[in-house]
């Protein structure tokens, strides 16, 4: 779609009516992600330039708000920094075929050192995106000493912009990564019915209800909240955690750098000397998501833990066992972006809470003067297809997690047949297993679920199941300074059809509560939502 030209006194068209040009030709190019952050903290885009002119940075005028197109006031604009980045694009002209097709444009842009990866992986591929082509003379761009306020060139004075939006991701290297692009026409308005199968192939997003429609979650649980999560490759075989974590088979998953051990998150924050052979699978705690402003953080509990004081609000937004990352501050030591961080405690009252995450305490070598942010992490499978190995000589910036598209690619893929949302949704109860959770103890936690573990034990109590339809389930107590800890010995039963209640007696204590949640089982034969893609029923 392309915008008409703006700016005063037609000063674009006086300028090419002359024979000769005044000043070079700057093309720039914007990526609008709605409500992500994706620039920083309140700023949805990404500014770059093809770097044709021989300038790294250039600056110029763009909008706050896209809505306000074709303003001529200073105050919708502002001043921005259009980093140089190698750029190739093709397919913006509107052709007189008499095909009525409308123009589908490819955009090549510079991929060295992954520069793209973090946004790639954060924002799906940045399908959906908005993608602005703007251009200029250079001489109308952002005068020095000058702001959006005097500056004669805001409004910007610039040629038509072209709009278009980012279907797909064609193509990733480790030198380029390409979109194709789609006018507003293909992607707004659009009214059902529209959805196309083609070739037994299901055309929608996977797990996006916002811009697709696939509506399985990012968090399936093979208990409904809980437990293992529910991972599936694209020929639709489910890979699960290994029984062995040292050990994993071929469709089963560990976790990248072991840092499920506590033992390797309080030494190197993961484990080094870990080699990966291709194929192999892990799970990562990949940051995603809002960026919550940090009001202080401290070391604490002899240079092994890292406090972070942040607002109540925030603090709910996470739970003990979540990972984190530590981006924006100052000095650069306090950051933790690429290795996330396990939040092993909150605590606190009132406006204020605090978080307190695993560290080694040997990276804090600087006072700290810019609070940062915290992100949260979800959990994400990964695939590699280079083998390697995690080296104790690995930097922080260059360490090989999966997030390095050189060495690892997405492990949950939907294959888009039929077969792949049976797989997916058609999860029910699993008649003949119970999964005890593990106990644990929040501050507060009444009624949430979370089970608490008790005290005064002087002996084993007795663990009990009633309800749920089934029988056979046991389970045994494991104590700890008069508390009980964990189950073991875990017996399933059989015939469950709902959830059991559990009950803890004897022992000489008390206090301890425990829930049983029965796993889910993949069939076949269930109605699955929409009567077609995604969930169509085999049955």
């Not at 663990?463 to 045994?476: K, P």
Request: some cysteine; aromatic content about 10%.
């Amino acid at each position: 779609m392309t915008n008409p030209i703006v700016g005063t006194n037609n000063a674009l068209v006086t300028d090419l009516q002359g024979q000769t040009q005044p000043s070079g030709y700057i093309t720039v190019y914007e990526i609008e992600l709605p409500d992500s952050n994706i620039g920083g903290t309140g700023e949805d885009k990404l500014y770059f330039h093809d770097g044709l002119n021989g300038i790294s940075k250039l600056k110029w005028y763009s909008l706050i708000n896209e809505t306000d197109f074709g303003s001529t006031n200073r105050i919708h604009y502002n001043e921005r920094e259009y980093e140089a980045l190698p750029i190739e694009s093709e397919g913006w002209e509107i052709r007189g075929s008499g095909t009525g097709s409308l123009p589908r444009p490819t955009i090549r842009l510079g991929n060295i050192n992954q520069f793209f990866n973090a946004y790639l992986a954060d924002w799906d591929d940045l399908v959906g995106a908005k993608v602005i082509r703007r251009r200029t003379l250079e001489k109308y761009l952002h005068t020095a000493t000058k702001t959006n306020l005097n500056d004669p060139n805001c409004p910007p004075i610039e040629f038509n912009r072209d709009i278009f939006y980012i279907e797909r991701k064609s193509s990733e290297t480790v030198g380029v990564v390409e979109f194709e692009l789609v006018s507003a026409f293909d992607v707004e308005g659009i009214q059902l019915p529209r959805r196309s199968i083609l070739a037994a192939r299901c055309p929608w997003k996977y797990k996006d209800t916002t811009q697709g429609g696939c509506d399985w979650s990012e968090d399936s649980r093979l208990v409904e909240g809980v437990g293992d999560p529910l991972y599936f490759d694209k020929d639709d075989n489910a890979i699960t955690k290994a029984a062995n974590l040292n050990s994993a088979g071929s469709t089963e998953y560990t976790f990248w750098g072991r840092q499920d051990e506590v033992t390797n998150r309080e030494a190197t924050l993961y484990k080094t000397n870990v080699s990966y052979a291709v194929g192999n699978y892990v799970e990562y705690q990949r940051p995603i998501g809002s960026l919550y402003p940090i009001t202080d953080m401290t070391e604490s509990e002899g240079n092994k833990d890292i406090t972070i004081t942040v607002p109540a609000a925030t603090a709910a937004e996470f739970a003990v066992g979540d990972y984190l990352v530590i981006k924006g501050a100052t000095a650069e030591s306090w950051n933790h972006k690429n290795v996330p961080l396990y939040l092993e405690s909150k605590g606190g009252s009132g406006a204020s809470s605090t978080l307190v995450v695993q560290s080694t305490g040997t990276f804090v070598t600087g006072t700290l003067s810019v609070k940062g942010y915290i992100q949260g992490c979800r959990n994400t499978l990964y695939k590699c297809k280079v083998a390697h190995t995690i080296l104790s000589t690995d930097s922080i910036d260059d360490l090989i997690k999966p997030t390095n598209i050189s060495y690892w690619d997405f492990g949950d893929i939907c294959g888009k047949r039929l077969s792949s949302c049976s797989k997916r949704f058609a999860h029910v109860a699993n008649s003949g297993s119970v999964d005890v959770v593990h106990i644990k103890t929040l501050t507060g936690a009444a009624g949430t679920g979370v089970l608490q573990q008790g005290s005064g034990y002087t002996s084993v109590p007795t663990v009990g199941f009633t309800g749920g339809g089934g029988s056979g389930a046991s389970a045994t107590a494991v104590l700890s300074s008069q508390k009980v800890v964990s189950f073991t010995n875990i017996v399933g039963g059989s015939g469950y059809t709902s959830n059991p209640t559990v009950t803890i007696s004897g022992g000489g204590g008390s206090g301890a509560v425990a829930e049983a949640l029965i796993k889910r089982q993949q069939t076949d034969n269930v109605a699955l939502p929409f009567g077609g893609f995604p969930g169509a029923s085999f049955g």
